[in-house]
């Protein structure tokens, strides 16, 4: 470095090197190497922790063509790198079975041919296990046509039309190189030009008609797969994943390396580890329990019912369709299409497999697939989450084994676990914390909730005190037995780009993605949860204890003085020591909300163990954001947020609804993708008419956006085109679908509390359930008290409410589109949430078409400025005549019929017009002269026919209807093409 140089820069760098002790070679030199306005300076070195390294270094001069204001600095460096040669490996063709054109009735005969197995001994189990996989897989080949998934080439087929001209420019490019290739001067040179113009014209209307066969695909049918299959368009081919990982400070880019390096993670992760913290008695009490349990279990002569076909025909049924295939080729599919023989089959299997409490190798195998956890870094193992894919037949049999054992996992369950819960939302732990903010604020006193983070909960499930825990819950001793041997040998193996790794024991932890897992976790955690409720540790609401409710392994301990935070932390520690899994004191966090009349109230130093646990202002939870202050309003904004990174992230698909996706489209997109991740966890909370305005302003700008409506367009009709509700009245049939929920529920505790809440809040409470019964009151539904002597059936309670919204909404948006001069032309009276306008339902998938429709739109609404609109609302004197013809003033019906110097534009359609009408056999129809001789009643026609028909003036078929509502469109369109195209001439 220029020794010359003492600013504060150049010293932090001196220090720096000396630091890591990096060097260069003396003979570098000190030219400079960064050119800038005012001079020159040194800034570009080479440097390194071992100078013998460095062969060569040179400070390269100032090039002409070097247009960057750094001179290269090249250095030659000393290096031995060892070079392997890597063999060229063809990949396996990989195929998909194209089940809905399965041939179901060959692949039933095909596996009506196995017979029922008779097993007498363990080693049957196995060998009769791959015969049936051989099997069915045999009746798939015969019976379930495939395809490739991996196809060369473009993903286009060529149509007869475009294979005909490439055919015939082939030739003509042929005959161009035989005449030498020429560029001037010759006949073939048009004759090429013209060929390639024709190809790509057609390729152009290919692309296009098929585009419009997919758009109506996706209307038509509604299926949430087309909706897949758009948005995957819009996404790149390539899959990002990292190029390398880092371990131990070095970087693996081998892919085999790297799926070994992940087979380490796993491997490591799956041995138990014996920490400083963990409770070796109690380690050592439960495996003495569990060799205590296993002779009890050996000397039961208890009887067990047999697995029958039916219990194995229900599990089939239970599993998901579409998923990926186990490691044997097996899916949900080859099962539910197979014939009744295959469920006799399987519960003969599985009763041979209890009875001599043998678990084949299938059943223990699994592949665990790395999933990278959002918001982590790419580069390191341990920022993937391992999902298992196990045994199809396997998952058959644990879910006729969880089907036996439910109601025991656990025995007393909490009724504050709200995870992994039959017809009980996760969202109910979120509003149990609001009402426990609710509670707090109106008794003035301190809450304070420490939201606890598990490392790795799934993956650290200790083996034996889980089994102790399933004994003592009252399980079959056969189905424990089952379990004891199938949790004691399992194994897996990591699967990461196509490459497989060796197999690996699982000692600890449940497989996420298995079946059981979920009622196993539940078991394992339980004891925490009834733990911190027999010592009635934490917050109340009246009698009824809420101080730990919890989803899965998120766990919440919501208190109201710090003294009993604390000992709830205590157990929730000591618990972990004893259950050996550990909780993070840095990612576990405290929130508190201090009333404005305590607000002395100082934070303590809350520890877990020996750590101290962090107080944040702001903290997420379920995904919801916990705040001190402003909580609502700052979800309100996240979710907006969340929402409208959802809508760019499908403009890709054609989003913005001006490329040919039809607003009908749009709609069905928005609230599949969209709509879920605006209103997300928005029903838990009371929300201000102000919270409601800006849901309502984000999604009427949509809703105006893909109609081509501009802001001045009346609310009501903007909804009413489309036929949707608005975002409050979404938001409000969530939270009263909450309701019913709560009230179907059998959990104690959302009984006790609902009771509590709606007997004794006043009406200016902000409890969420008072809020509720306002909105009972308000959609004319039966009140909160009725219905929990009564509960109605989920159905028909989400009918009713969606009935009631609907028609309340729907008055309301057609009272703000009453007495609206704008909306004169349009048929008010056919509107209503639910049912699309035919302008909108009409439309085709094209991008004219919507283009033209998003004209008519404006033109119906009274949105489209013409000289009178703009007349009306300057604040200097305009004159309201027609820019065009300067004959009268411009309004709807001199711009669409009367203008002469649109006459050229309107001609060809009026006349396609007169042919429809006069198509019309009906004789309640009135005549087109009829109609040629009323300005009004053609403009009524053009902008929205079904007035007339109202009005018994016009009889037609839905068919003829729709062919003058697309005749109606072209009209409006050619006309704002040619009022354009004056005015821009003029200007």
Not at 340 to 355: D, G, Q, R
Not at 618 to 633: D, M, Q
Request: glycine content about 4%; proline content about 4%.
């Amino acid at each position: 470095m220029l020794l010359s140089r003492r600013n504060d820069s150049d010293r932090r760098f001196r220090s720096f090197i000396d630091k890591h002790k990096l060097g260069t070679l003396a003979n570098m030199g000190t030219a400079p190497t960064y050119q800038h306005g005012k001079g020159s300076s040194q800034i570009d070195y080479i440097f390194s922790h071992t100078v013998d390294n460095l062969l060569e270094l040179e400070i390269c001069h100032q090039h002409p063509t070097n247009t960057s204001s750094h001179v290269p600095v090249v250095g030659k460096i000393k290096a031995t790198l060892s070079l392997t040669c890597a063999k060229s490996i063809k990949p396996p063709e990989r195929r998909r079975n194209l089940w809905k054109d399965c041939d179901i009735e060959a692949y039933q005969s095909t596996l009506s041919n196995s017979q029922i197995p008779i097993i007498e001994r363990p080693d049957q189990i196995k060998t009769f296990i791959d015969q049936l996989n051989g099997n069915i897989l045999a009746a798939a080949k015969i019976a379930v046509p495939s395809k490739k998934i991996r196809l060369k080439g473009p993903k286009w087929k060529a149509s007869p039309a475009l294979r005909q001209l490439l055919v015939k420019g082939n030739l003509i490019h042929k005959n161009w190189i035989q005449y030498g290739r020429p560029t001037v001067n010759h006949p073939i040179i048009e004759e090429r030009r013209s060929i390639k113009r024709r190809i790509r014209s057609q390729q152009r209307q290919d692309m296009a008609c098929e585009r419009k066969q997919f758009y109506n695909q996706i209307v038509e049918s509604g299926k949430s797969t087309n909706f897949y299959k758009l948005i995957r368009r819009g996404l790149s081919n390539t899959i990002s994943k990292p190029q390398g990982f880092m371990n131990e400070g070095q970087l693996i880019l081998d892919l085999d390396k790297q799926s070994k390096g992940f087979a380490r993670f796993y491997e490591d992760l799956a041995v138990p580890k014996q920490l400083e913290q963990f409770d070796s008695d109690y380690h050592e009490n439960t495996q003495f329990n569990l060799e205590l349990i296993r002779k009890i279990v050996l000397e039961n002569k208890d009887t067990f019912s047999p697995i029958t076909p039916d219990e194995v025909k229900s599990a089939i049924y239970k599993l998901n369709n579409n998923k990926s295939s186990d490691e044997y080729g097996i899916c949900a599919e080859h099962l539910k299409l197979a014939s009744s023989t295959i469920f006799n089959v399987l519960s003969v299997l599985f009763n041979a497999i209890i009875e001599h409490c043998y678990i084949p190798l299938q059943f223990l195998s699994g592949i665990i697939t790395p999933v990278h956890k959002k918001g982590k870094d790419a580069t390191d193992f341990g920022s993937y989450r391992g999902i298992t894919v196990s045994y199809t037949i396997g998952k058959v049999f644990e879910h006729v084994i969880l089907d036996r054992i439910e109601d025991r996992l656990p025995l007393d369950q909490s009724s504050l676990q709200f995870g992994f819960t039959k017809h009980i939302s996760i969202l109910l732990a979120a509003l149990l914390i609001n009402e426990c903010i609710v509670e707090a604020k109106e008794f003035n006193l301190p809450l304070f909730i420490a939201f606890l983070d598990s490392q790795r909960a799934f993956d650290v499930v200790d083996h034996p005190s889980l089994k102790c825990k399933l004994f003592l819950n009252g399980i079959c001793c056969k189905i424990w037995n089952v379990i004891d041997t199938w949790y004691t040998n399992l194994t897996s193996r990591v699967k990461w780009c196509g490459r497989l790794s060796d197999n690996f024991p699982i000692k600890q932890g449940v497989r996420q993605g298995g079946i059981l897992s979920t009622g196993l976790y539940k078991t394992y955690i339980n004891d925490l949860l009834k733990t911190l409720e027999r010592n009635r540790l934490g917050m109340h609401i009246g009698t009824t204890y809420i101080g730990c409710p919890t989803v899965a392994d998120d766990i919440a301990l919501v208190a109201n003085s710090a003294t009993d935070l604390q000992l709830m932390l205590n157990v929730a520690n000591s618990y972990a020591n004893r259950e050996k899994y550990v909780i993070h004191p840095e990612k576990s966090t405290i929130l508190m909300k201090i009333p404005p009349k305590r607000s002395n109230t100082t934070s303590s130093d809350w520890k877990l163990g020996d750590n101290e646990v962090s107080v944040s202002k702001t903290t997420t939870h379920l995904g919801i954001i916990r705040s001190e202050k402003n909580e609502v309003s700052i979800n309100i904004d996240d979710r907006i947020s969340c929402a409208t990174k959802t809508l760019y992230s499908l403009t890709g698909t054609g989003f913005h609804g001006t490329n040919g996706l039809p607003p009908t489209t749009c709609m069905k997109l928005f609230i599949t993708y969209v709509l879920p991740r605006l209103l997300y966890g928005l029903e838990t909370f009371v929300l201000k008419q102000y919270h409601l305005n800006a849901l309502e302003k984000f999604y009427i700008n949509f809703l105006r956006k893909i109609q081509c409506l501009p802001n001045r367009s009346v609310k009501g009709i903007t909804y009413l085109l489309l036929g949707v509700r608005p975002a409050t009245a979404e938001l409000h049939i969530r939270q009263l679908n909450l309701l019913g929920c709560i009230i179907r529920s059998e959990n104690l505790t959302l009984n006790k509390i609902l009771r509590r809440q709606i007997s004794t809040k006043s009406e200016t409470s902000d409890s969420w359930f008072t809020y509720i019964d306002k909105l009972l009151v308000q959609y004319d539904l039966p009140s909160a008290a009725k219905m929990v002597i009564n509960p109605p059936c989920k159905l028909l309670w989400k009918k009713n409410v969606k009935l009631a919204i609907d028609k309340f909404w729907t008055q309301k948006l057609l009272l703000d589109c009453q007495n609206k001069s704008t909306l004169s032309y349009c048929d008010l009276s056919s509107l209503k949430i639910g049912t699309v306008h035919k302008l909108w339902s009409s439309i085709e998938s094209n991008i004219k078409d919507v283009r033209r429709g998003g004209i008519k739109a404006r033109l119906i609404t009274g949105t489209y400025v013409l000289q009178s609109n703009t007349s009306k609302f300057n604040q200097h004197e305009v004159s309201s005549v027609c820019p065009l013809c300067q004959y009268e003033d411009e309004d709807i019906v001199h711009f669409i019929l009367k203008c002469n110097a649109l006459y050229k534009y309107r001609k060809s359609y009026i006349e396609e017009l007169e042919v429809i009408i006069n198509s019309i056999s009906n004789p309640n129809t009135c005549s087109w002269n009829s109609l040629v001789g009323d300005f009004g009643l053609l403009t009524q026609l053009i902008l929205d026919p079904s007035v007339l028909i109202k009005q018994k003036i016009l009889s037609c078929s839905e068919k003829t209807l729709t062919k003058i509502e697309d005749c109606s469109r072209k009209i409006c369109f050619s006309l704002h093409c040619g009022r354009s195209l004056i005015i821009n001439s003029e200007h």
